[in-house]
C-alpha cells in the first residue's frame, strides 16, 4: 500500500502556524473520512485593491512593503493571491468620493479617466502583478457617474432609467475595461454592482432584478460585444438586505429577486458566465448553484468586522469560508487586505483587514484572519478540486484534492477543549489532538 507523507500545522491564538506531529491510530473508529467525491474546481483566493489599503502599505519601509506584498501575491508566498478585486470608482474605502466621468451628460464618455486611479490603485496593482503576472482581476462600480443617477448624488439612489443613460453606463465599463488595458492591466470580469442592494451613506446604487436583467441583455452584453472584448460579465455582487427576517415576511429572498430573475431569461443568461454572492448573499447561494450548477461562483467580499481584528471573529469568518465552499463557489475573496489600525473608512466604518500598518511605528501586524486565509490558501492552488468528506467532523471541513493527488484538509476546533480528530484517508486512520479554538490545515502526500 502506497506511503502517505502527512503534514499538520496549526494556529490557536497564542501561537500561529506550527507544525505538529499526527500519529496512526492503532484502534478505534474514524470521525473523518475523505469520499470519492468529486465537487468544483477551485480559482483560488484573493483580496481588493483600496485606496486606503495603498496608504496603510505607503507607510512601511520599502523592504517590509515588499515582504509584504511577497506574502501575499508571489506563487511561493504565504497566500499566493490568484484572483482579486477592485472598485470603478470610489468604493467605501476610497480617500473621498469619485467616479471615472463626472462631466454631466457627457453620453460619449469623451472626458471618461482613469487619471484617479493612477496615483493609487494602478501602482498597487502593478506591484502585486510583477510578483503574480498571471494574477487575475474583476472589477465593480459603487455607483455610477453621480449625474447618472436619481437622486444626484454618489450615495443612496439609483440608475436613471433611460435608453441614453443606459447605453451610456454600458459604454463607462467598456471604457474602463479598455483603458486598464492601455495600463497593462487585464480585467477578467466585470460585476454589475457592488450590493445590489446597499441603500448606505457610502458610494451605492440600489438595484432591483429586472433592471439587472434589462441592463446585462439589452445594453452591456451587446456593447461588450460590439467593443470585441472577452471579459466575462458576472451576476454581481448580490448581497440581499441586512433585514434579512423581513424580507422571508414578505415571501421573497434575494435568490427571486435578483439570481433566478436574471438567469431564467435566455437573453441574459447568455451573458452571465458567474454569480457574486456576499453577505447575506450566503443565504442565496446554495438554491442558486442548485439551479445553475453550471455557471462559476464566488464569494466576492469576505464579512468584514468592526476593526478590532479578534481571534473570536476570524473564528466566525473561517465559517464562512466553510459554508461558500461547500456550497458551490470556486473563490473566496477577503475585503481590504491592508489597512491602519482600526481600518475606519473614510465614511465612518470601522473593519477588520488582514493586516494593520501603525502610520506612527511604521510597523505592520499579521491580524488573526491572515491566519484563516492562508490556512485555506498556503497550500491550494487554481485548478484544485474539492472533494467530498462524511463524519462528524465534516461540518467543520472542507477538502481539496490537487491534480497530482495531494490532498489538504482545512478543518477547524470550534470547542473550548482539546478534541481528538480520527482522520481516515482511505488506507489509514491517522489522530491529530486539535487544540481548542484552533485552525488546522493537514496536508497528505502520496509517496
Excluded at 159 to 170: F, G, N, S, V
Excluded at 222 to 251: R, V, Y
Excluded at 395 to 417: L, R, Y
Excluded at 433 to 440: C, H, I, R, V
Amino acid at each position: 500500500m502506497e506511503k502517505v507523507n502527512t503534514r499538520w500545522i496549526s494556529s490557536t491564538e497564542s501561537s500561529v502556524w506550527t507544525d505538529k506531529q499526527c500519529q496512526t491510530a492503532a484502534q478505534g473508529e474514524a470521525n473523518l473520512f475523505l469520499t470519492n467525491e468529486k465537487y468544483q474546481l477551485l480559482d483560488g483566493f484573493g483580496g481588493c485593491f483600496n485606496e486606503l489599503g495603498f496608504v496603510a502599505l505607503s507607510h512601511l519601509p520599502e523592504e517590509e512593503r515588499a515582504g509584504l506584498m511577497h506574502s501575499l501575491f508571489h506563487p511561493e508566498g504565504e497566500h499566493k493571491f490568484s484572483i482579486c478585486r477592485l472598485p470603478i470608482g470610489a468604493s467605501d474605502y476610497a480617500i473621498d468620493w469619485y467616479s471615472l466621468n463626472e462631466t454631466d451628460g457627457d453620453l460619449d464618455m469623451v472626458h471618461f479617466s482613469i487619471e484617479r486611479d493612477r496615483q493609487y490603485l494602478i501602482p498597487y496593482i502593478k506591484e502585486a502583478l510583477k510578483l503574480n503576472p498571471d494574477l487575475k482581476l474583476f472589477a465593480s462600480p459603487w455607483s455610477p457617474p453621480t449625474w447618472m443617477k436619481f437622486p444626484k448624488a454618489y450615495n443612496y439612489g439609483t440608475l436613471r432609467w433611460e435608453k441614453d443613460i443606459l447605453e451610456a453606463y454600458a459604454l463607462y465599463f467598456v471604457k474602463f475595461v479598455e483603458a486598464y488595458r492601455e495600463e497593462g492591466i487585464i480585467i477578467h470580469q466585470v460585476h454589475v454592482q457592488n450590493e445590489v442592494v446597499a441603500d448606505q451613506k457610502f458610494p451605492s446604487c440600489v438595484w432591483t432584478g429586472e433592471q439587472l436583467r434589462e441592463f446585462i441583455r439589452d445594453y452591456l452584453g451587446s456593447t461588450f460585444e460590439q467593443h470585441g472584448l472577452d471579459t466575462e460579465i458576472w451576476l454581481g455582487t448580490i448581497n440581499a438586505p441586512e433585514a434579512w427576517d423581513e424580507w422571508i415576511k414578505k415571501k421573497t429572498t434575494d435568490f427571486d429577486a435578483y439570481a433566478h430573475t436574471v438567469l431564467s431569461d435566455p437573453e441574459a443568461y447568455k451573458y452571465v458566465k458567474g454569480v457574486g454572492y456576499q453577505w447575506a448573499g450566503k443565504h442565496a447561494i446554495q438554491r442558486t448553484v442548485q439551479s445553475y450548477p453550471e455557471l462559476r461562483y464566488m464569494q466576492t467580499e469576505n464579512e468584514c468586522g468592526d476593526g478590532e481584528n479578534t481571534w473570536f471573529y476570524a473564528r466566525y469568518v473561517f465559517n464562512l469560508y466553510q459554508h461558500y465552499f461547500s456550497n458551490g463557489v470556486n473563490a473566496y475573496i477577503y475585503w481590504n487586505m491592508v489597512l491602519e489600525p482600526k481600518g475606519r473608512s473614510t465614511w465612518g466604518w470601522e473593519q477588520n483587514a488582514m493586516i494593520t500598518v501603525d502610520p506612527a511605528s511604521k510597523e505592520s501586524k499579521r491580524n488573526p484572519e491572515f491566519y484563516v486565509m492562508k490556512h485555506f490558501a498556503h497550500f491550494t492552488s487554481p485548478n484544485d478540486r474539492r472533494i467530498g468528506l462524511k463524519g462528524p467532523w465534516s461540518g467543520n471541513a472542507i477538502a481539496f484534492e490537487k491534480p497530482d493527488g495531494t490532498k489538504v484538509i482545512v478543518i477547524a476546533n470550534p470547542f473550548k477543549e482539546t478534541r481528538e480528530l480520527r482522520l481516515s484517508n482511505g488506507s489509514a486512520v491517522q489522530t491529530f489532538q486539535l487544540e481548542s479554538e484552533s485552525f488546522n490545515t493537514i496536508v497528505l502526500r502520496n509517496g
